[in-house]
């Protein structure tokens, strides 16, 4: 085996040895020391991606083929399931292996970088917990998942680990088992995710069905003396294959689904199936990525502990949705109708976070849905199907990786040292405090604001650039049709010209969407900046006495990360400087990407500089806005509260203001004049009427209050309780009927057949007298008995 | 004798063995009795055996006979062994005493119990008065009573 091959074994490898040791010996032997393989094992893995990193930059310059198909490297392991071709039952063949490419060089690196940092934070913030070891061990186990995930090259080998993660979400989220919001969590947020696994299943079992095979790299079957050999390696699959048109071997060529010789031939399923594909594994991604309807657990897992969201949000979790679906984008560019509902779900779902986390008062949760939203976008920029839009999406997973595990791990320290107090009315102006969780957990929020030059800015600006592009591509597209252009294209026009108009305009609405949440998102996260860092110093009694800056520990995690926020836009984007992107053009190298529909749509690297300037102003007037809420006396929000809680119209409805009205100088003159005047009964029937109209309407609009502006986002649109009503409730309906009809019908039927062997012995109980000769002269009667019968019937 | 009639007269000798095994295994209490009409009944077959081996001239049966000898041996063994540590804990051969494994609930075997003869001793006749009356042996009178 070579370099590369030996790298990314090592990559997973270590996690899991960590795993081991922290699992057998944590509770014994290593006890308080229980971090310590976990770390160097992450930092072992993060050194060995960086190694591969460098590994296939080399590999792919000087590959021959490098260049056009992409680059990517198959480690066969061993194989897991091999039931030959009988000729009456087709071969089953399930084989163990990894690649190697840009996209999951990528992932490798940014899983295990994240990890690190968060790994050696929650050192020292879970520091004398109970459950140290245990903490470790799920933690070295989660990265181990997350990182084999993104480097199977099988989607069966994808769902098993996509399965893991998700235990080992459920293991962490509940860590504090003892607590029920905590256990609850952990629950709901599994069962979340099973909801979207099961679409993820049958995408699988649609794949099998539609492609034969669950490989994402192409495999040729060498028929040997010893039985099939599998070859991954793509040089040799091209080879073997151009032999096999010779007729010079026998071999059977299996083309993966995500593999070189598809992408080079286009043979994707089309139709219904391959949307229903595409469909099925965006509703997993949205399980996973927290995505509209999806969406309702992340915010919940939160309970566990902060490293752990920090974890879940920025590294090992939420993203495998982005991954997978960027990891199937050639499924998705082959269906225009999918890519429209992933940019769609994504723009609604980063709008609707957006908007619940506007009246947040958890720190923890604001960051929560700000990560929902900030999926959306990078779903939306995965929709918009050009490679522009998957590298920006990609970029913005990168980039938000960064900046939310710097916020969370921020929201960390604050928690720490204010006694886990989160509500921010309870703490303010801790700036003084805890100088540097201030100064780092600024520029992360100044990241995810997007302000020039720190990375969010980069990320953002490229999704909403692609985003734009893509409508103008459509638009132009259309337009080309309308003026009579009914030549039939060729190619990949043909293709696009199936498009309809009305996708641009739901495209439209979508970047609108994005463009709102832009400053949402500035406002929302400035609220939480300026409500816990800023004001009048408060803290909380919990925190007690040692209200202070968090351990070197904990700290210098915060200031790499908040390096890393800071620059890593302006390394990996100098589409303003001269106009490459280094990240974009090592992604585009994966195979998946080098499909020649994508080569030829919009490409990465190109600079808007109309967006950015529209975007950055959005972000600043949102800063500004929040500034201006939350610097000083907080008078003008509670009157945006009181408004937006539409409390105007709740005293429309009641009669306060007709009595008041009726007192007030003038009226009140009038209808003394007209009493005096013998016209006492029409003011008198007049009230009556306005009385009764008020109280007719008041019980709907006191109902409508309950829809307010402020309510909704408050109640996060009544997401939770809908769920509850719609698909809990009857659902726990039905799993007690199911229940009592178990127990009293089917348990019953089961007894009775239990009870009928246990009477007919009691009827011959009696029989057993405990006297041998007794039984002695029964069994004699009984022989005779036999003996007669049988001469009888002689 | 033709071989036909002796083999009826040796089966006629098994098949008594067996009966009388057989009757003695149901009617008798004594738990040693017990094991010796199941041997007696082994004993029948194996006779049975025998005959039909001789008659068919086949030395078959009389090998499995020498076999049963030999398993026989040490199922007596076996079952003698059974038999000491049973008398050992009621200190009794009577099986009736291990009649406690019946089912709960069934009534327990009682044995009938003989009513003491009112009758005073017998008097034996006596040789005529020819000098002092013979001094009356009891232990002898209540053995005789006894036979």
């Known amino acids: 085996m070579?370099?590369?091959?030996?790298?990314?074994?090592?990559?997973?490898?270590?996690?899991?040895?960590?795993?081991?040791?922290?699992?057998?010996?944590?509770?014994?032997?290593?006890?308080?020391?229980?971090?310590?393989?976990?770390?160097?094992?992450?930092?072992?893995?993060?050194?060995?991606?960086?190694?591969?990193?460098?590994?296939?930059?080399?590999?792919?310059?000087?590959?021959?083929?490098?260049?056009?198909?992409?680059?990517?490297?198959?480690?066969?392991?061993?194989?897991?399931?091999?039931?030959?071709?009988?000729g009456r039952d087709p071969g089953l063949r399930i084989d163990v292996t990894l690649r190697a490419d840009p996209l999951t060089s990528m992932m490798q690196m940014m899983v295990s970088g994240i990890s690190l940092f968060v790994a050696v934070f929650a050192a020292g913030y879970m520091k004398g917990d109970r459950g140290y070891w245990r903490f470790f061990a799920y933690i070295a186990l989660f990265v181990f998942s997350m990182l084999m995930l993104v480097t199977v090259s099988s989607f069966l080998l994808l769902f098993v680990f996509w399965e893991a993660v998700g235990v080992c979400s459920y293991l962490l989220i509940g860590f504090w088992y003892q607590r029920p919001s905590a256990a609850a969590a952990g629950m709901k947020a599994f069962l979340v995710n099973r909801i979207g696994d099961f679409g993820f299943t049958l995408a699988i079992f649609l794949i099998w069905l539609h492609y034969g095979t669950l490989d994402f790299h192409d495999v040729a079957l060498e028929q040997t003396a010893a039985g099939a050999v599998a070859v991954t390696d793509p040089v040799q699959v091209a080879q073997l294959a151009a032999d096999a048109a010779d007729g010079s071997n026998r071999v059977e060529i299996v083309d993966g689904v995500l593999g070189r010789r598809r992408i080079a031939s286009g043979t994707w399923v089309g139709g219904t199936a391959g949307l229903a594909i595409c469909l099925l594994l965006m509703w997993g991604a949205c399980g996973k990525s927290a995505q509209f309807p999806l969406h309702v657990w992340l915010p919940d897992a939160m309970e566990g502990p902060t490293p752990v969201s920090a974890l879940i949000h920025a590294a090992t979790m939420v993203t495998a949705g982005v991954y997978l679906i960027v990891r199937c984008s050639p499924l998705l560019v082959a269906n225009p109708t999918a890519q429209l509902i992933v940019a769609s779900v994504g723009g609604f779902t980063a709008l609707l976070a957006a908007l619940i986390a506007l009246t947040q008062y958890d720190l923890k949760r604001v960051l929560a849905y700000s990560t929902v939203s900030q999926l959306g976008y990078m779903f939306l920029g995965v929709g918009a199907a050009s490679l522009a839009g998957i590298t920006a999406g990609m970029f913005h997973l990168l980039t938000h990786a960064f900046f939310k595990a710097l916020l969370f791990l921020g929201a960390g320290s604050v928690m720490h040292a204010m006694g886990n107090v989160i509500d921010m009315r309870k703490f303010g102006g801790l700036r003084r405090l805890m100088p540097y969780t201030h100064a780092t957990f600024l520029i992360g929020a100044l990241a995810l604001a997007g302000i020039f030059p720190l990375s969010g800015f980069w990320s953002k600006d490229a999704i909403m650039g692609a985003v734009h592009d893509r409508i103008h591509h459509l638009e132009h597209v259309a337009a080309g049709e309308a003026h009579g252009d009914d030549a039939p294209a060729a190619g990949e026009d043909a293709g696009e010209a199936a498009v309809p108009l009305w996708h641009a305009k739901v495209y439209r609405l979508v970047y609108y969407a994005g463009m709102i949440t832009v400053w949402l998102t500035a406002f929302y996260t400035f609220r939480a900046v300026f409500m816990t860092f800023y004001g009048e110093e408060r803290v909380p009694e919990e925190a007690g006495h040692h209200a202070h800056e968090s351990p070197p520990s904990m700290v210098v995690p915060l200031v790499v990360l908040a390096t890393g926020a800071a620059v890593v836009g302006l390394l990996l984007d100098r589409s303003m400087v001269d106009g490459t992107h280094p990240f974009s053009q090592w992604i585009a190298g994966t195979p998946s990407l080098s499909l020649p529909a994508l080569a030829e749509s919009s490409q990465p690297g190109q600079f808007h500089m109309a967006i950015a300037a529209v975007s950055t102003l959005i972000a600043l007037i949102g800063i500004g806005l929040a500034a201006h809420l939350y610097l000083g006396p907080r008078d003008e929000v509670r009157w945006l509260k009181s408004f937006l809680d539409l409390e105007w119209f709740a005293r429309l409805s009641s009669i306060d203001w007709l009595l008041r009205f009726r007192s007030q100088g003038a009226w009140g003159a009038v209808e003394r004049a007209a009493r005096r005047a013998g016209l006492g009964w029409f003011f008198d029937g007049l009230w009556m009427v306005l009385f009764v109209v008020l109280l007719v309407l008041a019980t709907p609009l006191l109902v409508l209050r309950w829809l307010s502006p402020y309510r909704l986002s408050y109640h996060k649109f009544y997401f939770d309780e809908i769920y509850t009503w719609l698909i809990v409730r009857p659902m726990s309906l039905v799993a007690a009927l199911s229940a009592w009809l178990d127990r009293t019908v089917i348990d019953a039927l089961v007894d009775w057949v239990g009870w009928v062997p246990r009477a007919i012995g009691n009827m011959w109980r009696g029989v057993q007298s405990g006297l041998i000769s007794f039984y002695a002269l029964a069994m004699v009667m009984a022989v005779v008995v036999f003996v007669w019968v049988r001469v009888c019937l002689m | 004798m033709s071989e036909q009639e002796l083999l009826h007269a040796y089966l006629l000798v098994g098949g008594l063995l067996v009966a009388i095994g057989m009757i003695g295994f149901m009617v008798r209490?004594?738990?040693?009795?017990?094991?010796?009409?199941?041997?007696?009944?082994?004993?029948?077959?194996?006779?049975?055996?025998?005959?039909?081996?001789?008659?068919?001239?086949?030395?078959?049966?009389?090998?499995?006979?020498?076999?049963?000898?030999?398993?026989?041996?040490?199922?007596?063994?076996?079952?003698?062994?059974?038999?000491l540590m049973l008398a050992r804990r009621v200190r009794s051969l009577d099986v009736v005493a291990w009649q406690d494994l019946r089912e709960s609930g069934v009534p327990p075997h009682v044995d009938r119990q003989i009513p003491e003869a009112e009758s005073p001793v017998e008097a034996w006749p006596r040789l005529p008065q020819a000098g002092v009356l013979p001094e009356a042996n009891e232990e002898e009178e209540l053995y005789r009573s006894r036979v």
């Open chain 1, 2 to 86: 070579d370099t590369i091959s030996w790298l990314t074994i090592a990559i997973v490898g270590f996690p899991l040895v960590a795993v081991l040791i922290t699992g057998l010996f944590g509770a014994r032997v290593l006890r308080g020391a229980s971090h310590l393989p976990v770390v160097l094992a992450i930092a072992a893995s993060f050194i060995a991606s960086v190694g591969l990193f460098q590994q296939l930059r080399l590999e792919r310059a000087t590959s021959v083929d490098g260049g056009r198909w992409g680059y990517a490297h198959v480690v066969p392991l061993w194989s897991w399931v091999g039931v030959e071709d009988s």
């Open chain 2, 29 to 83: 209490r004594n738990l040693l009795v017990m094991f010796l009409s199941i041997e007696i009944m082994l004993q029948g077959v194996s006779l049975n055996l025998v005959a039909w081996s001789r008659f068919h001239h086949d030395l078959g049966g009389q090998v499995l006979v020498l076999m049963i000898i030999a398993v026989a041996a040490c199922e007596a063994g076996i079952g003698l062994a059974l038999v």
